[in-house]
């Protein structure tokens, strides 16, 4: 009796593999899990265009593609390139400033080595000086052997 081909159905002869849809990563995304400190830093609007045409493939640069932000060296504006649904180019300068100053930590923040080791010293105490170890353990090979 002949049965019909049906796709979804698994192959005996062939090894069980689960078949999932690859995750394909675009350069976009590759790019984008980058830190900031690492990403190239441009001077000015024109260098960002070229960097943002040499970075893209030309058929990336479809209708809605939007890119990764590309900072400026001045430390106040970054650039986005972005392919309107006519096909122009349109390059964005954004400018930002950080408001929140970093931190500042005082000494009296962290602990001194003399008073950890003053606080390691009363855990020994409290649990009979064993590290926190309740009962000591045996060597594996006493611990195999019958008694």
Do not use: C
Not at 14 to 22: A, H, I, K, N, V
Not at 39 to 55: H, I, Y
Not at 65 to 89: K, N, P, T
């Amino acid at each position: 009796m002949n049965y019909p081909y049906n796709p979804y159905l698994s192959n005996p002869y062939l090894s069980q593999q689960t078949m999932l849809p690859q995750q394909v990563m675009l350069p976009q995304q590759q790019v984008a899990q980058q830190s900031v400190q690492q990403q190239p830093r441009v001077s000015g609007r024109d260098e960002a265009m070229n960097r943002f045409l040499m970075m893209y493939p030309a058929n990336m640069l479809m209708p809605g593609f939007i890119s990764e932000a590309l900072f400026d060296i001045d430390g106040r504006h970054f650039h986005a390139l972005s392919i309107e649904a006519d096909g122009s180019r349109n390059l964005e300068t954004f400018s930002y400033q950080l408001d929140t100053p970093a931190p500042q930590l005082s000494s009296s923040d962290y602990v001194s080595r003399a008073e950890f080791d003053e606080l390691v010293s009363k855990i020994n105490q409290m649990t009979g000086g064993t590290d926190g170890i309740p009962q000591s353990v045996q060597p594996a090979e006493a611990a195999g052997k019958p008694a």
